[in-house]
């Protein structure tokens, strides 16, 4: 069964910490692994990494995919209170399904 | 661009009443998802489609859901009759081939 298990589930930090949140899949035919946020409403999409090694980056937000441990990363550092959502990963089974993770719900308290 | 777009936003209403929830997809996807999340389960795959056809509805609870698709920019989801444990944010995304995908921002259905 196809299925994608992030760590932690939960996570309290203050700001200006720097944080790290994990994602690990198994799926029968991996095209992509996406990371999304969803504070009030709906997911936005943050990073879709296709490449294992390849760094992605967006202002203090980077993510990281490691096809050989089936696991990626999404790094945030000089945390702030705007942070504060929940973090999804998904991977695209090639033509077949998005599979999410149950998301990491990050708080980052003044 | 509009981005996807759901309705109503809000449902409260009595258990054993149906329940109409639709959604238009982003113009040119080609693969429409409904998604039902709550506190205790998470986000959960209820049915998609592929240029309308429904692919994998394997995720819906019951008989008393039911999805369609007439046309490439309209989908509903109905549940009937509903009961208190349906009350969830119901969420429409859809994609095109590869894509990420784009969220609408959910109907908050209350069954009471």
């Known amino acids: 069964e196809d299925k994608v298990v992030q760590s932690p589930l939960s996570l309290v930090v203050h700001e200006g910490d720097t944080v790290t949140l994990n994602c690990s899949y198994e799926?029968?035919?991996?095209?992509?692994l996406l990371w999304y946020k969803q504070e009030k409403k709906a997911p936005t999409f943050l990073f879709m990494l296709?490449?294992?090694?390849i760094e992605k980056k967006s202002g203090r937000l980077s993510s990281i995919l490691d096809k050989k441990e089936l696991s990626s990363i999404l790094n945030i550092t000089a945390t702030q209170t705007g942070d504060s959502a929940i973090y999804l990963c998904?991977?695209?089974?090639?033509?077949?399904?998005?599979?999410f993770g149950p998301g990491t719900r990050l708080s980052v308290l003044p | 661009d509009a981005g996807v777009i759901q309705s109503p936003r809000h449902e409260v209403t009595e258990m054993g009443q149906e329940v109409t929830l639709r959604c238009k997809p982003i113009?040119?996807?080609?693969?429409l998802f409904w998604y039902r999340q709550t506190m205790m389960r998470g986000l959960e795959l209820l049915i998609y489609?592929?240029?309308?056809?429904?692919?994998?509805d394997s995720g819906m609870p019951e008989d008393r859901f039911s999805a369609k698709m007439p046309n490439a920019s309209f989908s509903t989801l109905k549940i009937q009759p509903s009961e208190p444990r349906d009350s969830a944010v119901y969420f429409c995304?859809?994609?095109?081939?590869?894509?990420?995908?784009?969220f609408g921002d959910g109907t908050r259905l209350s069954i009471l």
């Open positions: 799926v029968t035919n991996f095209r992509s």
């Open positions: 998904a991977v695209d089974n090639y033509g077949q399904n998005f599979v």
């Open positions: 489609f592929n240029n309308n056809v429904p692919i994998d």
């Open positions: 296709t490449s294992s090694g």
């Open positions: 113009s040119g996807h080609n693969s």
């Open positions: 995304a859809s994609t095109f081939s590869g894509q990420p995908q784009h």
